[in-house]
């Protein structure tokens, strides 16, 4: 670590300058999303919301702009459940390269019946990780055009206590939603770090991080009017959890760390400080089952098939 970092703590709210580069959040009009944009564009970087409704793009975009004097936020028309669509989103970026992508969005469905994308896929997989791991082949050669490039996976502490089953990947024979859904995240995350071990293999300069945002609720979160409302109420019946969770504004930092510390490193897990459910983000160790090389190596192979990517995902 550098002097400098180590005589200029990380503070969340004194965010390093980040003129000139460009950031891609997937889901960047709501939730943890929002606040990773907000938070971002207050650094002077160019943000670009990845959401497939316009209308919630250009509503988040008027909330950092109304926050961010002189923001520079623009909409990205992206669906992660349609896999043909993605190459046509990335060409729509007219960019030369990119800095970072943060893979956040993400769809949680918290009752049956089992949903199925456009491609055939489970919902919640089929768009949390099987739609991100296409967009990484997309967006491989404009990272690898920055001078540093970054892809920053969003997990959850729900894939903690989650394992994959590589033989029911699409949940078709035990479909439970919020069992579902962690084992989706616990995707994201495996393939996060398992795209780190692909890149140093290839001797790239893009990094790839894991994040997560802690416990964020709703009811903790600060209102932004054109996106969300917390009312006085709810903030009030949230307040004996704020012990251990927090609101989404503070479970965007680590994903922030994560695009802007210099000291980050691939292969890293950042989350918040206290349980790794709030606070300031820090890096944490990486449970054991999340880089789990064999089950990552499958994944990879199977998602491949599943999506019809290159074996380098776009890396050379």
């Known amino acids: 670590m550098s002097s400098a970092s180590q005589s200029r703590p990380w503070d969340v709210h004194r965010l390093p300058s980040a003129e000139g580069r460009t950031v891609l959040i997937t889901g960047g009009n709501a939730g943890i999303g929002y606040f990773a944009a907000e938070q971002l564009a207050a650094t002077g970087a160019v943000v670009v919301l990845g959401s497939r409704d316009r209308a919630k793009a250009d509503a988040a975009m008027a909330s950092i702009r109304s926050r961010v004097p002189g923001a520079r936020v623009r909409h990205l028309a992206l669906d992660l459940a349609d896999l043909s669509s993605l190459k046509t989103s990335v060409d729509g970026l007219g960019l030369d390269h990119l800095d970072a992508v943060v893979h956040n969005a993400g769809v949680a469905l918290d009752d049956p019946p089992r949903r199925e994308t456009r491609d055939g896929h489970e919902l919640m997989f089929g768009t949390n990780h099987l739609g991100h791991f296409a967009l990484t082949q997309w967006l491989a050669p404009l990272l690898s055009a920055a001078p540093a490039g970054r892809v920053v996976t969003v997990g959850s502490f729900a894939a903690r ?156």
């Not at 691939?266 to 089952?289: K, N, T």
């Open 161 to 316: 206590s989650e394992r994959l089953d590589l033989d029911d990947l699409q949940s078709t024979r035990d479909y439970r939603p919020k069992r579902t859904y962690g084992r989706s995240k616990l995707a994201q995350m495996s393939f996060g770090f398992a795209l780190d071990r692909h890149l140093r293999a290839l001797g790239s300069s893009v990094l790839s991080v894991v994040a997560h945002p802690g416990g964020a609720l709703d009811s903790l979160t600060p209102s932004r009017p054109r996106v969300h409302v917390t009312t006085p109420g709810e903030r009030l019946r949230a307040l004996p959890a704020a012990l251990l969770v927090q609101g989404k504004d503070a479970g965007a930092w680590p994903l922030v760390r994560a695009v802007l510390d210099p000291d980050v490193r691939g292969g890293q897990l950042w989350g918040p400080r206290a349980f790794g459910l709030r606070g300031v983000p820090r890096s944490e160790p990486v449970p054991a089952h999340m880089a789990d090389p064999a089950v990552a190596t499958r994944l990879w192979t199977l998602s491949r098939e599943l999506t019809d990517t290159d074996p380098h995902l776009g890396f050379r």
